[in-house]
């Protein structure tokens, strides 16, 4: 079965930096849209940024844009998420999730992914 690990959390003063990690199983990278999550106390889920090796394309929220930056790597079946210049709104727990079509767009809803991994906590202190 599909498999989603995600690390890197942590931590971290604002106007600091934080890479996170989002280990995959098989070729989930490659194949389908991995998109980053976020969700803290008493709010809803919220799309962060997304990427699509197959359509070599990324799309990124609104509040995260010049800041943070999603890539990933083939060879490891890792999708990355580089968070620069953090804000204390930006303490959440991360989630990585797998797209429900291979092939598909790095959509930021989450009615297009079909796989979750368990998170990883980032805490930005003022």
């Known amino acids: 079965q599909v498999q989603l690990v995600e690390s890197g959390g942590g931590l971290v003063q604002a106007g600091g930096s934080l890479r996170l990690s989002c280990a995959a199983s098989?070729?989930?990278?490659?194949?389908?849209?991995v998109g980053w999550f976020r969700q803290a106390p008493g709010k809803e889920r919220e799309f962060v940024a997304a990427?699509?090796?197959?359509?070599?394309?990324?799309t990124y929220a609104d509040s995260v844009k010049g800041r943070f930056t999603i890539s990933g790597d083939n060879a490891k079946n890792t999708v990355y998420l580089q968070m620069n210049s953090l804000k204390p709104e930006d303490t959440a727990v991360y989630y990585c999730a797998q797209g429900t079509t291979s092939g598909g767009n790095p959509t930021d809803s989450k009615k297009g992914y079909a796989y979750w991994g368990q998170g990883t906590q980032v805490t930005v202190s003022s």
């Open positions: 098989g070729r989930t990278f490659s194949i389908y849209a």
């Open positions: 990427i699509s090796w197959s359509r070599g394309s990324t």
